[in-house]
């Protein structure tokens, strides 16, 4: 499974690469703040609408701490899917949250 460090992924950020970012956690925790420009999809409906994504392009998973994104990636993983999971979740991002 492939990973990346929030710092890492804030630093792509700030250097403007486009960047497909999936947030698997509850609206409810969303609610609060999540990375700029990801998409909710919350872990339970990951598999229903899994449709949305496209298999040529790159995603990278992100949840609370990690946990449900390693979930989630190895789920669209196997789905064949080009995924990399956030470590850490959003517990040590330190970005920007909207």
Partial sequence: MKEIS?????????A???LNI???????EVATGKIKG???IPLGLLEFRKQELNKSEEYIMVCR???RSGQATKYLESQG???TNMTGGMLSWEGEVE
């Fill in 38 to 40: 990801a998409v909710n």
């Fill in 6 to 14: 929030t710092k890492e992924l804030q630093n792509l950020i700030e």
């Fill in 16 to 18: 403007n690469n486009e």
């Fill in 65 to 67: 701490s990690g946990g």
């Fill in 22 to 28: 999936i947030d698997v956690r509850e609206v409810d």
């Fill in 81 to 83: 899917f080009n995924v």
